[in-house]
């Protein structure tokens, strides 16, 4: 079952009063001491009607079933076996609910005091020992009433009450507890006055348990001008209304959700676009730095035979040039090898050179045969 807060406004305030109905009277139980009502209470504030032991029949039932709606309609097709009288007014409570069933405790107001509670038009009617409940379970009440009066509660460790009222002090304690069918030992046997008896009843109805206060809500009697036909269409609009409502969110949702949709789509495909043209971009980008870096820095034949020329002494032959990437070997005959690798080391673009061969004197020029190999960097040569 869901529990809900009891709002502050149905619990004991100014704005409720709490009226305790006797066959003597009405009387409101203040803070301090209950206060006849002579004149009747006015209706400008909302009140909670505690109904004295002697105005409801009480009784404790098992159900061989656990909702309580049905409960309530087997009880109201079949009054017979559970009250000894026809009343238009009663209330049930359930007190454990077992795989069985659930126990129950059923107050049934007498007929002759139904008329005068609706002309009170109660927020709330509660029996007297109803309200016991609240309190300590697993435990005897024996409370001294106006007029030498006693009323016995037993209070159960699941909740249940069962009561008897003594009148002009007939019946005892050992009497009570026979009736309720055991010993009760382990029960906290507790000894209330009169006075302490209101002051408790009000401090038990300031504590929220709405399962409890929900079971005695009376908005028959409150709103007696509603007619159910009234309540039924207030319903039915209320509900046409709520439905409304949340269609109108419910559309609005999938608007607003189909809309995104597309609009994420249509991110997607330019961020697609975007992406495609990046890649074509890098990809191109890659093409004329490789581009780039062949030109600069693969070896020309016309930059090497250039710095031949410019760095080999007269008389030199030059019979093979080979070039790989950049590194070149020459080979030829020269009057003088070692001049050709001094020029070769100081020019430009030029680096590592070395003789691939021994130099060798040729018997019939005198000149000296070389291969030589370098390395031919033309960037580092433009820059020079």
Not at 293 to 303: D, E, G, I, L, M
Request: aromatic share 10%; glycine share 4%.
């Amino acid at each position: 079952m869901i529990v809900l807060p009891l709002p502050k406004a149905l619990m004991p305030s100014r704005l409720i009063r709490i009226i305790y109905l006797t066959p003597n009277g009405l009387h409101e139980l203040t803070p301090v001491y209950p206060q006849k009502i002579l004149g009747g209470p006015s209706f400008k504030t909302a009140m909670i009607v505690v109904l004295s032991r002697d105005l409801y029949f009480e009784t404790l039932k098992d159900f061989p079933i656990k909702k309580h709606g049905l409960i309530n309609a087997a009880v109201e097709l079949d009054m017979e076996n559970y009250s000894p009288f026809k009343t238009s007014l009663f209330f049930s409570r359930r007190c454990s609910v077992t795989e069985n069933g659930a126990l129950v405790n059923l107050w049934f107001v007498k007929p002759e005091v139904l008329e005068f509670i609706s002309t009170l038009q109660p927020l709330m009617v509660i029996p007297e020992t109803a309200i016991l409940a609240l309190g300590k379970r697993d435990s005897i009440y024996q409370i001294t009433l106006w007029g030498g009066h006693r009323l016995f509660v037993h209070v159960t460790e699941e909740g249940a009450i069962q009561s008897l009222l003594s009148k002009e002090d007939k019946l005892d304690l050992t009497t009570f507890k026979r009736s309720v069918g055991g010993p009760l030992e382990s029960s906290r046997l507790k000894l209330v006055q009169g006075d302490a008896y209101w002051k408790k009843l009000r401090v038990f109805l300031k504590r929220p348990m709405p399962d409890f206060h929900l079971a005695f809500l009376t908005p028959e009697l409150f709103f007696p001008r509603l007619k159910r036909v009234r309540l039924r269409q207030f319903a039915i609009s209320a509900f046409c209304v709520y439905f409304v409502y949340l269609s109108l969110g419910t559309f609005l949702c999938f608007s607003i959700k189909r809309k995104y949709r597309n609009e994420l789509h249509r991110l997607n495909h330019d961020v697609c676009l975007i992406k495609k043209a990046r890649d074509e971009f890098l990809f191109k980008k890659k093409i004329v730095e490789r581009i780039a870096a062949h030109t600069n820095n693969y070896t020309s034949k016309t930059s090497i035979l250039n710095a031949l020329d410019k760095t080999v002494p007269e008389g030199t032959w030059i019979k093979q040039i080979y070039m790989a990437d950049n590194k070149v070997e020459v080979s030829g005959e020269t009057p003088k090898a070692s001049s050709l690798m001094e020029n070769l080391r100081q020019y430009p673009g030029v680096s590592e050179p070395e003789f691939v061969s021994p130099v060798q004197k040729l018997k019939k020029s005198g000149n000296e045969s070389f291969t030589i190999s370098f390395l031919w960097n033309n960037t580092a040569r433009m820059k020079k």
